[in-house]
């Protein structure tokens, strides 16, 4: 009985190390991010470094485009061969993940004002690290559920910020959209993955997405608000996209807080 005690505290312990280090190195590979994030910005401010700033830009982006290419190739070989580990960090979706940071951080230095650009990564390259370490330690509905919030609060702002904008007031419409697809989609993920015990299948891959005693009726509310919150902001206009924002914001705290204690 002693044996298997220990054995069972080792592994334990294992598994607590590993996810430490994939959690370790997505945060590291973060910074690294935000590191070249800056070295673009001032290679792009300056005459002087500019070309070579520039020509890095475009090799980044066509670097990132690839590897996601290639992540989902292996991805697909990997859940057909059924060697698809979804523990490791180290698979085609770790390089999906990487080469999508690497060309969006490369397309928004090249394509938008390097300052703003660099200001909108120094968000979204921590916010992606923090996804993560919920996904690896929280249960899995709370990284469900704060990825979907994430993604409203992020159509929030880009429709306050399109809302009155010259350049950017077509598009308006099409962030409401995309923020609507998102709740729907949040719903009906939870549908699927119930039929499976929260559990969606990916051939013969089955991807973890909520609890198996997850409450309907949580993503339903969760999903619910989230809707209004963007009807309101693109109806109303103003800075309540804003304000709608820091609600989510304010609920994803509360709810981290949540489940940090449910956990203890």
């Known amino acids: ?11 334990a312990a294992y598994e607590s190390d590993y996810v430490t280090n994939r959690v370790l190195t997505v945060f590291g590979g973060g ?12 290679g792009l401010s300056y005459a002087s470094s500019f070309p070579t700033a520039y020509r890095v830009c475009r090799a980044g982006l066509w670097v990132g485009l690839a590897l996601v290419l290639v992540g989902a190739v292996l991805d697909v070989y990997q859940i057909r061969k059924k060697t698809y580990n979804v523990k ?12 999508a940071l690497l060309a969006l951080c490369s397309y928004l230095m090249v394509g938008f004002d390097p300052e ?35 993604l ?20 308006t419409v099409w962030f409401l959209a995309f923020g609507l697809l998102i709740c729907v989609g949040l719903e009906g993920l939870f ?21 198996p005693n997850t409450r309907h009726e949580l993503v339903v509310t969760v999903a619910a608000c989230c809707a209004v919150l963007l009807l309101a ?8 996209g804003y304000y709608a924002m820091f609600a989510v914001v304010g609920a994803l705290f509360v709810m981290a807080v949540y489940y940090t204690v449910k956990m203890m």
């Open 88 to 99: 490791t960090l180290f698979n085609g979706t770790g390089l999906m993940m990487l080469g």
């Open 116 to 150: 703003t650009a660099l200001r909108v990564l120094y968000v979204i390259i921590p916010v992606c690290a923090i996804l993560y370490l919920v996904y690896s330690v929280y249960p899995r509905e709370f990284f469900s559920l704060a990825a979907a919030m994430t």
């Open 191 to 211: 549908l699927l993955a119930r039929k499976n015990r929260g559990k969606l299948k990916v051939g013969p891959v089955d991807l973890s997405m909520f609890s």
């Open 31 to 42: 910074i690294l991010l935000m590191v070249f994030a800056a070295y673009l910005k001032n």
């Open 233 to 240: 902001a693109f109806f109303l206009a103003g800075s309540i």
């Open 1 to 11: 009985m002693k044996k298997a005690n220990d054995t069972k505290k080792h592994k």
């Open 152 to 171: 409203v609060a992020l159509m929030l702002w880009l429709i306050a910020k399109s809302t009155g904008s010259n350049t950017m007031s077509g598009a």
